[in-house]
């Protein structure tokens, strides 16, 4: 059975530190790996990772994909309290498996 | 502007009634689907619609049902609800290649009493 486990289920920052969050996929044939935020409704779309983009960045987040070890990291450096949000990942094509999730929350 | 819309936002059901929870996108995207969120589960997938006029069940389909009316339109029917249906739910829509994922609604939150 494919799956997708994230780590830490929840993480507490000051306002300033930097943040990694990681995503571990078990799959049968990997396809593409996704990285959401979400605040208080819809997940709102961060990054895609494939076999032909392991590394992405934008502003203070940047994620990277290891194929070999089957894992993807999110970076968050200079966190603020806007960051405060569940950081979902999945992995998939047209059809995706979730983790549960990291709570992440910036304390000013 | 409006991408993926959702309605209700919030509903509150008695055991065994029925509703239709409604979803349309205005993106042109082929793929539209059904999760439901709950607490220390993650999203999981109930139905999907790779491309109009196809339906295939998801990882939890038990209990609902649902009809891709259009490419703009799939919507979701519990016929005879339950207290184990209370959850957050979302319609999504995407276009296989785009690089982009899923284009999430922002969802209905429903309790079932």
């Known amino acids: 059975e494919d799956k997708v486990v994230q780590s830490p289920l929840s993480l507490v920052v000051h306002e300033g530190d930097t943040v990694t969050l990681n995503c571990s996929y078990e799959?049968?044939?990997?396809?593409?790996l996704l990285w959401y935020k979400q605040e208080k409704k819809a997940p709102t779309f961060l990054f895609m990772l494939?076999?032909?983009?392991i590394e992405k960045k934008s502003g203070r987040l940047s994620s990277i994909l290891d194929k070999k070890e089957l894992f993807s990291i999110l970076n968050i450096t200079a966190t603020q309290t806007g960051d405060s949000a569940v950081y979902l990942c999945?992995?998939?094509?047209?059809?995706?498996?979730f983790g549960t999730g990291t709570r992440l929350k910036v304390l000013a | 502007n409006a991408g993926v819309t959702q309605t209700p936002k919030f509903q509150v059901l008695k055991t065994g009634q029925s509703m239709t929870l409604q979803c349309a996108q205005d993106?042109?995207?082929?793929?539209m689907y059904w999760y439901r969120q709950d607490p220390g589960m993650g999203l999981r997938l109930i139905y999907y619609?790779?491309?109009?006029?196809?339906?295939d069940k998801g990882e939890v389909p038990n209990g609902y049902n649902v009809s891709r009316l259009n490419k703009r339109e799939f919507s979701l029917r519990l016929e005879s609800a339950a207290p184990s249906q209370t959850s957050v739910y979302f319609c999504?829509?995407?276009?296989?290649?785009?690089?982009?994922?899923?284009?999430f609604g922002s969802g209905t939150r429903l309790t079932v009493v």
């Open positions: 999504a829509s995407s276009e296989r290649g785009s690089g982009y994922g899923y284009t």
């Open positions: 799959v049968t044939n990997f396809r593409s």
């Open positions: 494939t076999s032909s983009g």
């Open positions: 999945a992995e998939g094509t047209y059809k995706y498996i």
């Open positions: 993106m042109n995207h082929n793929s």
């Open positions: 619609s790779a491309s109009e006029g196809t339906t």
